[in-house]
């Protein structure tokens, strides 16, 4: 018995092989979608964020008497502009943010540029000692700031420095913790022949830094720099240990002294408190693009 083969016809076309159906998400290159309790849960983290700068808008449109009402207050009052003004007079918050823009902004440069060169230096060169003295630096972090309070005093009391700029700014002049992260960045991202190239061109040390890793350290040498400024901006004990109100005064410092008297006016200090927040606000605002996006870089690169 024999059993025939039918062959199918020359130019018959074979059917595709059915593909498994996946959300747009799961593909390679998709976006991915958080859905909605994704969602959900990011605006409830939002919401919290927002939350205490809102209260203090609030609270700065009140008086004292609404404030210590129960339930407090969950809506703006009438009087935020007239506490706002009251607070930038009596606080002298205009000389407070030029002093408080003159201090961050060193801070920030000279610790972005000196931890930059650092972290070059501990990454990609080799001398003896390096890793000991990386050591070192690390340990250094590991020291509260509050044990350097009285012999930092007792120098700045014996260079005649208090109640002066120069003894908030040099103080924070350098950043172990500036050194560790340019470091840590560089490695990743600054590969060997490169600086071996340069080298090969006949590039010097410094030509190596300003032309080679400066523009690869960009995004990091961003984010170390709005962090410093923000932390500077931010800072309270030194600069009220060092400052006064009526002398040289730095924006923290300014709005402590409105908080003085038997009765402090609340609704008065959170005015201050939000004029003290609103630069940083902006800033971020202007340069919140840039500065995420070094974050995302150096993210991937790590």
């Known amino acids: 018995m024999s059993t025939t083969v039918t062959k199918p016809p020359a130019d018959a076309v074979p059917a595709p092989p059915k593909r498994s159906r996946r959300p747009k998400s799961a593909r390679a290159g998709g976006q991915l979608h958080a859905g909605p309790i994704g969602y959900a849960i990011l605006a409830l983290f939002t919401i919290g964020s927002l939350f205490p700068l809102v209260w203090t808008a609030i609270a700065a449109s009140r008086d004292n008497n609404r404030l210590a009402q129960s339930p407090p207050p ?7 502009f007239d506490k706002l003004e009251v607070a930038w007079k009596e606080a002298n918050l205009g000389e407070a943010f030029l002093n408080t823009t003159i201090v961050a ?3 920030a440069v000279t610790i972005v540029v000196l931890s930059t060169i650092a972290g070059f230096a501990f990454a990609k060169l ?4 390096r890793n000991a003295l990386m050591l070192i630096v690390i340990g250094t972090m590991m020291v509260p700031p509050q044990l350097s ?13 208090t109640d002066q700029l120069q003894a908030v700014i040099f103080p924070s002049l350098v950043s172990a913790f500036g050194v560790f992260f340019m470091r840590q960045y560089l490695v990743q991202a ?8 340069a080298r090969v061109d006949g590039a010097s040390s410094w030509r190596v830094v300003w032309h080679v890793v400066f523009p690869a350290a960009r995004p990091a040498m961003a984010v170390l720099g709005m962090l410093t400024f923000v932390q500077t901006w931010n800072d309270f004990l030194w600069p009220f240990l060092v400052l006064t109100q009526m002398g040289n005064p730095t924006v923290q410092v300014a709005i402590a002294g409105l908080g003085r008297g038997y009765t402090p006016d609340q609704s008065l200090i959170m005015a201050g408190a939000l004029l003290g927040t609103l630069p940083l606000l902006l800033v971020f605002a202007i340069f919140g693009k840039q500065i995420v996006g070094g974050i995302m870089q150096g993210a991937v690169k790590g």
């Open 126 to 129: 080799r001398f003896k000692g």
């Open 105 to 107: 902004g060193i801070s």
């Open 190 to 197: 600054l590969p060997d022949e490169i600086i071996e190239a």
């Open 149 to 161: 309070v009285i012999p930092m005093y007792m120098m700045v009391a014996k260079l005649d420095w």
């Open 74 to 80: 969950f809506w703006f009052g009438s009087g935020l």
